[in-house]
């Protein structure tokens, strides 16, 4: 077709005349050596504001909770850093995260002048929370658990990510814990001598022995010494209740509350399926999938995990109230962990519904039923205990409530009022008050013990006196 179609339309304009292609070549405004010299200015003036400067020139006080750690502690640092730990564990709680986070809680948020030590520089601060923070990690569990969670944390925590870090040495492991142990300041301090002094009672109960250079062998001698010392008790020796003196400490450990309390739910099918798939969920990899507190977390537990194939039926502390306690505070001193932040009230007594199973066949057979469930009747003595040890007494006893010691007491005991004396092993006196002492004890001497060996290693430290101060400590229970 030609160009103009019949000659009367162009298809399209006329073809201007030719313009240049190529604009003429132009050099740079900048040479190759101030376009680098000038990035990097611009690039160290970033790093010199936001790096340089606030290091150099932000230096917060230390916090009233703050405290310096110790050589030991300080090793579980860098094996905490070479283990990549803070990759998945963030070092600082936020406001928001406070008795917020969904499975964990963190008693109180971080401040500024909680890294003081040049012994924690840098801050293992980190940023990602693939696992729960841990700057609040001192005394929510005892150093059993520790061991016991590194050698596989699938048998403490059986749906846990966290990789099994059990080629550590023991020494590693041991320096591991006690930095663990040490997070949180005073008041971690403060959750981890509870903790310690929770265990020992738990260890003069079983006739283990506890460390020879702890307050509570201090204590046990000063007792000796005056005479108050029950020589040659046991622990199976009758209470006046006519309960062993054992059954007697333990229900203590118990709000008195929960005695005698009997389950709220009915026993129905659907409870104890419930029951059962929280059971084999989170609790079988320490109480054993029979039941036997033999599951494989607790090879590394000094006090065993309760063992629920036996009869539950008439025992002191096998109520279902109790039970329920427990699983909703966790065991003062003992590797049991509070499930109350992380299970329903519901689901915690469908569990208990179905521990009670156990001995029946709960765990044997696919599926729990109704006619396995039995339930408990008080022993004799024990009601002749709680009678004497009404509840009444404890909602009127009077305890200090702004004494964090004496809350940490309250916690290790919560059955005990100011009035009770109950002998630990058949043989030791022990009241609240005294209870309250061992843990200060406790505390302080852990603080000597870091203020000691960071000042061996010459760093600027606060007076001990400051170090000592009281102000603002809070027992939370872990
Ligand atoms: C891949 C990520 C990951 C790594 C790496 C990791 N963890 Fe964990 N950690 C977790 C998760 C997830 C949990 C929560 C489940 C559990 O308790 O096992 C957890 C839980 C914990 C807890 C229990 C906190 C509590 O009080 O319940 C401690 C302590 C802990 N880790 C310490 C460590 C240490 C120390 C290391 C390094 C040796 C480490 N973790 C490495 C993911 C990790
Ligand atoms: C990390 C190990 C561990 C895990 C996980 C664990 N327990 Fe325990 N549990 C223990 C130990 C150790 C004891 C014994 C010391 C004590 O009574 O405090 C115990 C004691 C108990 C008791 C007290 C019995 C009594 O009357 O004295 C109950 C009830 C109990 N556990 C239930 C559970 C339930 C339910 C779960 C799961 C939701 C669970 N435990 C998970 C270690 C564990």
Redesign the pocket.
Known sequence: MSDTAGGRYPSHPPIPPQVPQTSPRRTMLMSPAMVVIGGLLAFFTVVFSVVILPIETYKPPASDNWLPITDKAHDGRAV?LA???V???SGFSRPQDVYEALY?TYPRASEPGDFHSVAESPNVLGTAR???D?SQ?GG??PDTW?LS?YDN?RST?PL????R?NFLSKDELDA?IAY?QSRGGKDGTLRNAAIRVGNQLMRLNMSMKVEPDKPITAMIDRLKASGAYHEGGKPSDKSPSGLPWMAVWMINSFERGYWMMKDPLDVTKQNLIRGKSIYLQRCSGCHGAKGNGAGPGADDLTISPFVFNQDLTKKPMTSSGMFYHRILTGGPGTAMENFGTRLSVEDIWRVVLFLRTIPNGGLEEDLPTVAMYEPWTPPPPLKNYVETHPIGDQVTDKVDPTDPFMMAARWIAPGMTSSDEILIGGAIPMTLDRLSRLVRADYMKMIDDAYADAKARGEDLPKLASLHSTKGLVFHAP
């Open positions: 905490f283990n990549g730990c990759y998945c564990h964990y693939t696992g729960p841990l990690e929510q569990h520790h969670h944390p925590t846990s990510i966290m990789p870090f591991l663990n």
